[in-house]
């Protein structure tokens, strides 16, 4: 059960588009279309962004959207905001009953 | 709307055990699936292990094997996680966090508000 590997940092400039990728294997992202997104400010609680790889649940900007193809998700952030500056992680289920989070990314708008 | 809300902060001595109770209301308790969550100091998030209610027995990520327990009290729609043998890399925030493999959603959409968990001599 070895981490996700997500980019330690990415950064982009407001109104772009910035897309933050999350590779597993095929026994966890690969093999399953339950990938997960959360969104985590400095001291507080992660929120979730996106569910089942593609998937936004209500209340959440449609500026956040998810893919998957393989091994990689990806999430990508379009019209890019200062209040999205915060660190995000992936998550995917890995069977039986198992999860495996990424390595998390930094985003910083400039 | 399902609401976790979790024991206070605790320090503890190296070789000690310690005990997060997250207690849950608003949701179906025999139903959701509890998983514990940590996240150290400037790192990043870990599952731990998770249990549901309706099926008992508990899984656990392997690095966790030996030395984590989780269990439940439906009478009181609690759940408990037990890390035992505390070294100080057990120094981190600890998340219950809640998914509904029942209904087929595995994610977590509900957290509890963490409890910090500090190991020191």
């Known amino acids: 059960q070895s981490a996700l590997t997500q980019p330690a940092s990415v950064s982009g400039s407001p109104g772009q588009s910035i897309t933050i990728s999350c590779t597993g294997t095929?026994?966890?992202?690969?093999?399953?279309?339950?990938v997960s997104w959360y969104q985590q400010y400095p001291g507080k609680t992660p929120k979730l962004l996106i569910y089942d790889a593609t998937k936004r649940p209500s209340g959440v900007s449609n500026r956040f959207s998810g893919s998957k193809s393989g091994n990689t998700a990806s999430l990508t952030i379009s019209g890019l905001q200062t209040e999205d500056e915060a660190d995000y992680y992936c998550?995917?289920?890995?069977?039986?009953?198992?999860?495996?989070f990424g390595t998390g990314t930094k985003v910083t708008v400039l | 709307q399902v609401q976790l809300v979790q024991s206070g902060a605790e320090v503890k001595k190296p070789g000690s055990s310690v005990k997060v109770s997250c207690k849950a209301s608003g949701g179906s308790f025999s139903d959701d699936s509890i998983n514990w969550v940590r996240q150290a100091p400037g790192q990043g998030l870990e599952w731990m292990g998770g249990i549901l209610p309706v099926f008992g027995s508990p899984t656990y990520a392997q690095r966790f094997q030996g030395r984590l327990t989780i269990t439940t009290d439906e009478s009181t729609s609690t759940a408990y996680m037990e890390l035992r043998s505390l070294t100080s890399d057990d120094t981190a925030v600890y998340f219950c966090?809640?998914?509904?493999?029942?209904?087929?959603?595995?994610?977590?959409?509900?957290w509890g508000q963490g409890t910090l968990v500090t190991v020191s001599s």
């Open positions: 998550c995917s289920h890995a069977g039986r009953r198992t999860y495996v």
């Open positions: 095929s026994s966890d992202v690969g093999n399953f279309n339950l």
């Open positions: 966090v809640r998914d509904q493999p029942t209904k087929l959603k595995n994610y977590f959409d509900a």
